[in-house]
């Protein structure tokens, strides 16, 4: 069993800069990925980034060169540094993990079984 909690995020001017956090704790064997997803108000929630346990990245077109993923694994903990807040980021950002997969595995939200609570992010033009 994994658990994650968040923390982070936050209301934010366009331009600015945020960065979230993901701590895991329960068993998480050496091999996993983790990934940030987002849900807009009226819209499916999408994937964002994803990193595994040998610190293989991947983004979403829409958000590469500006969201940097990584993780401190000594503190279990996964991070989203967001900069160039845009609008169009405002969302509740979820963070997830699957334990024995891979970085690929968690581009897909349906195979992940475990979430954080969510966190709202707010960027004001």
């Known amino acids: 069993q994994v658990t994650l909690v968040q923390s982070g995020g936050g209301s934010v001017q366009a331009g600015g800069s945020l960065r979230l956090s993901c701590a895991a704790s329960?068993?998480?064997?050496?091999?996993?990925?983790m990934g940030w997803f987002r849900q807009a108000v009226g819209k499916e929630r999408e994937g964002v980034a994803t990193i595994d346990s040998d610190g293989r990245t991947r983004y979403a077109d829409s958000v590469k060169g500006r969201f940097t993923i990584s993780q401190d694994k000594a503190k279990s903990t996964m991070y989203l540094q967001i900069k160039s807040l845009e609008p169009e980021d405002t969302g509740v950002y979820y963070c997830a993990a699957e334990p024995w997969a891979l970085t690929e595995y968690c581009l897909s939200e349906s195979n992940l079984d475990y979430w954080g609570q969510g966190t709202q992010v707010t960027v004001s033009s």
């Open positions: 329960g068993y998480m064997p050496n091999t996993y990925c």
